[in-house]
C-alpha cells in the first residue's frame, strides 16, 4: 500500500526552465510534507516542507504547492540549474510523529 | 562529528550470514531513525529511538532484524540470517527532536548486498 506516490521515475530539463515534480498521496490523516534531495552516495538532505494549513510554501528557487482536496503536492525549482540534477523524494507525516513515509523518488537531469 | 556517520558503507554477506550495520549521530541528539532503501524506492521506515529507549519497531520487517541503541548514542542494527530480499541501503538519520523535520540529518547509508 503505497500511501505516497511519485509516478514519474525521471524528468528532463533544460537548464534555466522550470521542473516541476510531482507527488500524490492517499492517507488524508497527513498533515506536513516535506521534500528531500538525495545526490549518489549521499543521504537524503531536507529541501522544503508545507504544512496542510498551507497552500503554498516558497523558499528561493523552490516552491512547493499542496492541493489538499486532491491529495497532490508538487516541487517547482525555478530557474533548474545543473547543480538541481539529483533524486528527488517527497515526503509525508502526521506532524509531531516519529516516522516519515516517502515517495520512490523522482530522478531529475538538469541539461545544459 | 559534523554529520551522521554509518558504517561499514558496503557489505557483501552470505546468505544465511549475520550482519551489524553501525550508525553514528550527531552528538547531542536524542532521536535517532533507520530507515531501509530497496533499489529503485524511496526510504522506508523501521524503527526510532528517543535516546536509548526504543519507541517505534512497527517498520522491522521480520524478527530477524534488531537495533540497539544501549548508551543513548551509536546505534546497531542488527540482521540475522540474512536473506536476499534483505538486499538494500539502510539509512540511519538523528535529530534533536522527533518531529524536528527540518534538523532531521541523513548518513550516507551501508550497502548490504546479500549474495
Known amino acids: 500500500d503505497q500511501q505516497v506516490k511519485q509516478n514519474s521515475p525521471s524528468l528532463s530539463v533544460q537548464e534555466g526552465r522550470i521542473s516541476i515534480l510531482n507527488c500524490d498521496y492517499t492517507?488524508?490523516?497527513?498533515?506536513?510534507f516535506l521534500w528531500y534531495k538525495k545526490y549518489p552516495a549521499e543521504g537524503p538532505t531536507f529541501l522544503i516542507s508545507?504544512?496542510?494549513?498551507?497552500d503554498k510554501n516558497e523558499d528561493g528557487r523552490f516552491t512547493v504547492f499542496l492541493n489538499k482536496s486532491a491529495k497532490h503536492l508538487s516541487l517547482h525549482i525555478v530557474p533548474s540549474q545543473p547543480g538541481d540534477s539529483a533524486v528527488y523524494f517527497c515526503a509525508a507525516t502526521i506532524q509531531g510523529a516519529q516516522k516519515l513515509v516517502f515517495g520512490q523518488g523522482t530522478r531529475l537531469t538538469i541539461n545544459p | 562529528g559534523a554529520g551522521v556517520s554509518q558504517s561499514p558503507r558496503y557489505k557483501v554477506a552470505k546468505r544465511g550470514q549475520d550482519v551489524a550495520l553501525r550508525c553514528d549521530p550527531i552528538?547531542?541528539?536524542?532521536?535517532l531513525f533507520w530507515y531501509q532503501q530497496a533499489l529503485g524506492q524511496g526510504p522506508e521506515f523501521l524503527t526510532y529511538?528517543?535516546?536509548?529507549?526504543?519507541?517505534?519497531k512497527s517498520g522491522l520487517p521480520s524478527d530477524r532484524f534488531f537495533a540497539e541503541r544501549p548508551e543513548g548514542s551509536v546505534s546497531t542494527l542488527k540482521i540475522q540470517r540474512t536473506q536476499q530480499e534483505d538486499s538494500a541501503v539502510y539509512l540511519c538519520a538523528s535529530s534533536s527532536h522527533p518531529s524536528d523535520y527540518y534538523g532531521y540529518t541523513f548518513g550516507s547509508g551501508t550497502r548490504l548486498t546479500v549474495v
Open positions: 492517507n488524508s490523516m497527513f498533515d506536513y
Open positions: 552528538s547531542g541528539h536524542v532521536s
Open positions: 508545507i504544512s496542510s494549513i498551507k
Open positions: 529511538f528517543q535516546n536509548e529507549a526504543q519507541l517505534d
